[in-house]
T-cell receptor, first 113, second 114 residues
Framework: AQTVTQSQPEMSVQEAETVTLSCTYD???????LFWYKQPPSRQMILVIR??????QNATENRFSVNFQKAAKSFSLKISDSQLGDTAMYFC??????????FGAGTRLTVKP | GAGVSQSPRYKVAKRGQDVALRCDPI?????LFWYQQALGQGPEFLTY????????KSGLPSDRFFAERPEGSVSTLKIQRTQQEDSAVYLC????????????FGSGTQLSVL
């Protein structure tokens, strides 16, 4: 079974600063995808970034980037130039071929003005 | 439609009552997933449809939970004889195919069982 662990229940950062959210996962598979989702109070899960396990290059999307360490089974999210609108729950998720998506317990991020 | 639509947004049920939660996926999306999200937790997988076929229902917590997607579009999650532990947000997601396309989520139905 695949498990996803987010060890930081809550994080805070000053506006315009950089913050890193941690995620580790456990799997015996070699082909899979990893995701970071943002969930604001509206409850809708919004995809922030995704990473294919077979790609060595870390994914980036504007202010969001990941540090994917396949051997260590680590997948952290870095948010640069934090904005007030980044305040939300962030979920790390794992998905392997032909299966469903598994989520971590989440990290509540607060961006302070 | 423009996105995944779920209704109702909020549902309050008395313990023992049956409830039905509706999900309208994005038009043309083949895959549909249901997730249960307890307060302060990440979403937990309930069941998966590919078109009208329910291919995986391993996450359904008990036989009181039943899901269907008879015409391969709209899906309904039914919970019979609701219990307090059923209180959660129920999220629906769809994707174009069961490949690596991203999931599009609805805003969920928050179920409170009193």
């Amino acid at each position: 079974a695949q498990t996803v662990t987010q060890s930081q229940p809550e994080m805070s950062v000053q506006e315009a600063e950089t913050v890193t959210l941690s995620c580790t996962y456990d799997t015996s598979e070699s082909n899979y995808y990893l995701f970071w989702y943002k969930q604001p109070p509206s409850r809708q899960m919004i995809l922030v970034i995704r990473q294919e396990a077979y790609k060595q290059q870390n994914a980036t999307e504007n202010r969001f980037s990941v540090n994917f360490q396949k051997a260590a089974k680590s997948f952290s999210l870095k948010i640069s130039d934090s904005q007030l609108g980044d305040t939300a729950m962030y979920f790390c998720a794992f998905m392997r071929a032909g299966s469903d998506m598994r989520f971590g317990a989440g990290t509540r991020l607060t961006v302070k003005p | 439609g423009a996105g995944v639509s779920q209704s109702p947004r909020y549902k309050v049920a008395k313990r023992g009552q049956d409830v039905a939660l509706r999900c309208d996926p994005i038009s043309g999306h083949v895959s549909l997933f249901w997730y249960q999200q307890a307060l302060g937790q990440g979403p937990e997988f309930l069941t998966y449809f590919q078109n009208e076929a329910q291919l995986d229902k391993s996450g359904l917590p008990s036989d009181r939970f039943f899901a269907e997607r008879p015409e391969g579009s709209v899906s309904t999650l039914k919970i019979q004889r609701t219990q307090q532990e059923d209180s959660a947000v129920y999220l629906c997601a769809s994707s174009l195919d069961r490949g690596w396309e991203k999931l599009f989520f609805g805003s969920g139905t928050q179920l409170s069982v009193l």
